[in-house]
């Protein structure tokens, strides 16, 4: 299985190209998962299993397009990812809702495969790009079948840690389908204090349209205070406090993210 640890350039480009290609259709999805991603994959023959609750202390309080207000809206998103190969992996989401007056409900699923470029191309930083297709109920979403292209830059610099994700996002099917591509960026930068322990800030905002960008008010922009706990390799935590800087975005928001990494090798039987 060598060809799949030692992929080469042409095959990975090709995926880039067609991954890119896809993206001429992409679109926001909301606060059910809110992650600066780093370029890593999942393992081949490892699955990554995901709870992400967010929970929106200050937010919208009427409907708006027919959609349900966000104030004390719980998220909890389910996120499934399994390794392919050694650069390459594909996500699966659950959305769903916790909201007085709406009991539990599903939201949507969103599918995500995912490109990474390997590390003996030794690259100066970790690049990937994952594409995530899905649909959202009317009563959560207008825009029911939006596209993301994400593409992902990440580095280590000693303790410091930073990743930029600049998503580029289209509606399929809804209002904004005459829209065109939207500019939905999203930066961390950490710090690891300790071995167990990281800090840091995420930035994530949505600036509308490409070469017409919502003026500031009706733009979303948040900043989140957040926590990385690196207990271990098979698990990920990561806990954070954000706030909205513009009218049309939720003011106070509070997340989790759960991980555990399942590993489905089969040691060597010893002769």
């Known amino acids: 299985m060598a060809f799949l640890s030692l992929p080469s350039r042409r095959t990975i480009c090709g995926l880039f190209v067609l991954v890119l290609g896809c993206a001429l259709h992409a679109s926001a999805q909301g606060n059910y998962e809110i992650q600066v991603y780093g370029s890593d994959t999942v393992l081949p023959k490892t699955t990554m299993v995901e709870l992400h609750s967010n929970y929106t202390a200050k937010g919208s309080l009427f409907t708006t397009d027919g959609t349900y207000p966000t104030n004390h809206q719980e998220h909890e998103t389910v996120e499934i990812t399994q390794g392919l190969t050694s650069w390459s992996e594909v996500g699966f989401y659950i959305f769903t809702s916790i909201q007085d007056g709406h009991g539990i409900q599903w939201v949507g699923d969103h599918i995500r495969p995912r490109v990474r470029v390997p590390d003996s191309w030794h690259w100066p930083v970790g690049v990937s790009l994952s594409t995530e297709i899905g649909y959202q109920r009317p009563a959560y979403s207008p825009d029911t079948w939006t596209w993301e292209l994400r593409p992902i830059v990440d580095k280590s610099i000693g303790r410091w840690y930073l990743a930029f994700n600049p998503a580029l996002e289209r509606t399929w099917h809804g209002p904004d389908i005459r829209q065109g591509l939207g500019f939905s960026p999203g930066f961390k930068v950490g710090y690891d204090f300790t071995k167990v322990i990281s ?3 995420e930035y994530y905002a949505d600036y509308g349209r490409i ?3 919502d003026s500031f008010s009706n733009q979303q922009q948040q900043i989140f205070a957040v926590t ?3 207990v271990s390799p098979k698990w990920e935590i990561n806990l954070g406090v954000g706030l909205g800087s513009t009218a049309a ?3 106070l928001i509070i997340k989790g993210i759960l991980g555990r990494r399942f590993d489905w090798h089969r ?3 010893v002769e």
Request: proline letters at 13%.
């Open 199 to 201: 800090g840091g800030l």
């Open 211 to 213: 070469g017409a960008f």
């Open 228 to 230: 990385d706990l690196n």
């Open 249 to 251: 975005t939720d003011h």
């Open 267 to 269: 040691p060597s039987p």
